[in-house]
C-alpha cells in the first residue's frame, strides 16, 4: 500500500472522531454550514436575515418551544425545536427571555434572577444559548412590591437592610412561591452606592426583581444610554417580562430621560412596540401585572403621559390587570375605569417613608411595601405592610379637635376651619392607608354602630406636624401631601371619652378594627 493510500485511510478513521468531537458539551450539534450555505440549529435552518439566534433547553437537554425571547426590541419564540431567530437591534444591550410559568426562575450566584445574557460580540452572527429548569406550575404565589428605598448615604443602606429587608424575610417566610419587585429609586442620585444596594438584597429567600427609576437614571449623563449603565451592570434589562401561575408580570423603564437632570414619564415608540409584541403572546384570560415607577394616575406633567391612553386599554382586555407605582412617597390606589373593566394602579408608600426622615410617608402611612396574593388569574389578597408593624395595622385614628402641636406653617388640628371644618365634639378622623372606594367603612360606639363613615380629602396633620416643625421641613414641600384615604365619622360626646370601634372592611372581606386614638 503506498504512503497515499494510508493517508487516505487515516482521513477515513479520523474523521468520525472530528465530528463526535465538534458537538456541544450539552450534546447538541452546533450550527452545521452545508453545502448549500444554510445554517442549521438542532434540526431548524436559519433565516439569512438571522443575526442573533439561540437555543433553548431544559435541563435533560430537550428543546422548549414556545419560550418569547428578545434583545429588548423585537420578540421572537422559540421553535418545536427550542430554536429563536432574531433580527439584532443595533442599540440592543442583551438577549433574554421571559420565564415560562411552568420553569423555575433561573438566579445567579446571588439569587438575583438571570434571564438574561450580555450582548459583547461584534460579530455579525451571535448565538446565545438558555437552559431552563421545569417545576410545576404555581396556581398560587405572592409578589412583594417595594417602592423607592432611595438610598443616598450608607446609613440609608444600613435601615434598608435592617429595618425593610429584615421586615421582608419574616413576611415572606409566611408564604410559599413569593417573589418580590423593588418599584425604582433604588439609590438617590448616588452611583457610588450600587453595589452595596445590590449587596443588600442578595442572598435573600426571596429573589428581587428590579424596576429602574428616575434617581437611577444617572442625571449628569449626557444621554439615556448612559443614564442608565449603573443599573443594567447590575440587574440587566430594564424592560422584562416573566410568568408565574396564571398570571404575566412586566417591569418596564416608564422614565424617559431627556438630558442632563431632565425627564418626563412615559414610554418610547419602541418601548410601546416591545410592549405590544410582549403582550401579543399572552392569552386574554390571564392577569396582567405591569410595574413601572413614575405613576399613570390622571396623567399630569409628573406622571406617565406618553402612550398612557394606549396602554391602559390594552391592559384592558386581560382578565384582570393591576400597575404597580412608586415615586410618589405615598400609599394611594388609582381604579381606572376602561373598556368596562377596572385597572387598578397601586401607588406604593416607600420604603423609604419620608426620604429616611421618620418611619413614615409624606400622607402619613408607614414605611412599608404591598403584599400582593394571587391564585390562579385573579388577586386573592392584598395589603399594604408597615415596616416593623404587625400586618392587621391598616389604620390610625385621630380625635379631630386634637391639636398635635402649636400653629406655625398650619392649624394641625384636622377639623379645624382651614382643615375639615369638623364643629362641635365627637368627630373622629381615620387614616385607611391602602384603602379606596370599594372599601367599607363604619364607626360603633358602645358596640352600636353610629356611622357609615364618610370619605374625605386631608393631610395626616400628626404626621404633617412631625415632618414640617419638629424636622423643619417645608410647607408645601414633598413631605405636605394630602391624600383620599381619610375618613370622618360622629360620635356622642367626646372622641377622647368614648367606648368607640372603628370597621373597615375591604374587598377580600378582610375586617381590620382599632378603638385606639393617636
Not at 47 to 54: I, K, N, V, W
Not at 182 to 194: F, I, K, R, S
Not at 452 to 478: C, I, N, P, T
Request: charged share 25%; glycine share 6%.
Amino acid at each position: 500500500m503506498n504512503i497515499k493510500n494510508k493517508y487516505f485511510l487515516f482521513l477515513l478513521f479520523l474523521f468520525p472522531l472530528i465530528l463526535a468531537c465538534a458537538k456541544e458539551d450539552n450534546g447538541i450539534d452546533p450550527p452545521i454550514d452545508n453545502d448549500t450555505d444554510e445554517l442549521v440549529v438542532n434540526n431548524t435552518p436559519l433565516d439569512p436575515a438571522t443575526t442573533l439566534y439561540g437555543l433553548i433547553t431544559d435541563r435533560q437537554n430537550n428543546p422548549v418551544p414556545n419560550v418569547v425571547v428578545t434583545d429588548g426590541f423585537t420578540n421572537s419564540k422559540t421553535d418545536q425545536n427550542g430554536v429563536f431567530q432574531l433580527v439584532r437591534n443595533r442599540r440592543a444591550k442583551f438577549v433574554y427571555y421571559s420565564t415560562p410559568a411552568d420553569y423555575k426562575i433561573a438566579v445567579d450566584d446571588d439569587n438575583y434572577p438571570k434571564f438574561y445574557e450580555k450582548l459583547i460580540s461584534k460579530d455579525k452572527l451571535i448565538r446565545q444559548d438558555f437552559k431552563l429548569e421545569k417545576q410545576p406550575v404555581e396556581n398560587e404565589f405572592t409578589l412583594l412590591s417595594i417602592s423607592d428605598p432611595q438610598c443616598r448615604t450608607i446609613a440609608h443602606v444600613n435601615r434598608y437592610r435592617q429595618e425593610t429587608i429584615a421586615d421582608i424575610k419574616r413576611t415572606a417566610a409566611t408564604y410559599q412561591n413569593v417573589y418580590a419587585i423593588t418599584l425604582g429609586d433604588l439609590v438617590d442620585d448616588a452611583p457610588e452606592l450600587w453595589d452595596d444596594m445590590k449587596a443588600s438584597m442578595a442572598n435573600q429567600s426571596v429573589p428581587f426583581f428590579q424596576n429602574i427609576g428616575n434617581h437611577d437614571h444617572l442625571q449628569t449623563a449626557e444621554n439615556e444610554e448612559k443614564a442608565v449603565e449603573g443599573f443594567q451592570e447590575r440587574f440587566g434589562p430594564t424592560d422584562y417580562s416573566f410568568n408565574r401561575g396564571n398570571v404575566h408580570v412586566i417591569s418596564m423603564d416608564n422614565v424617559i430621560y431627556t438630558g442632563r437632570q431632565q425627564y418626563t414619564g412615559g414610554f418610547t415608540d419602541s418601548q410601546w412596540k416591545w410592549l405590544q409584541e410582549d403582550l401579543a403572546h399572552v392569552p386574554k384570560d390571564k392577569m396582567v401585572i405591569l410595574c413601572t415607577h413614575m405613576p399613570f394616575r390622571s396623567g399630569g406633567t409628573a406622571d406617565h403621559r406618553n402612550y398612557r391612553t394606549e396602554v391602559l386599554n390594552l391592559l384592558s382586555t386581560y382578565n384582570e390587570a393591576h400597575i404597580m407605582i412608586g415615586h410618589s412617597h405615598y400609599q394611594i390606589n388609582y381604579l381606572h375605569r376602561v373598556n368596562g373593566k377596572t385597572v387598578y394602579e397601586h401607588v406604593h408608600g416607600a420604603a423609604s417613608g419620608a426620604w429616611w426622615n421618620s418611619t413614615l410617608c409624606a400622607d402619613g402611612t408607614p414605611n412599608g411595601y404591598g403584599v400582593y396574593e394571587i391564585k390562579g388569574n385573579a388577586m386573592k389578597n392584598w395589603y399594604y405592610k408597615g415596616t416593623d408593624q404587625p400586618a392587621d395595622f391598616q389604620m390610625r385614628a385621630y380625635d379631630a379637635s386634637k391639636e398635635f402641636g402649636p400653629a406655625n406653617k398650619y392649624t394641625y388640628v384636622f377639623g379645624a376651619p382651614a382643615n375639615l371644618n369638623l364643629a362641635g365634639d365627637g368627630w373622629i378622623v381615620v387614616n385607611i392607608w391602602n384603602s379606596d372606594v370599594n372599601w367599607d367603612v363604619r364607626l360603633f360606639q358602645d358596640d352600636a354602630e353610629v356611622d357609615e363613615m364618610s370619605r374625605v380629602s386631608s393631610r395626616d396633620f400628626w404626621a404633617l406636624y412631625h415632618h414640617l416643625e419638629e424636622l423643619g421641613k417645608a410647607k408645601g414641600s414633598v413631605f405636605d401631601k394630602s391624600s383620599n384615604h381619610f375618613y370622618i365619622g360622629k360620635l356622642n360626646g367626646k372622641a377622647s371619652e368614648a367606648n368607640f370601634r372603628i370597621e373597615a372592611k375591604d374587598p377580600f372581606g378582610n375586617v381590620y378594627t382599632t378603638n385606639e386614638l393617636k
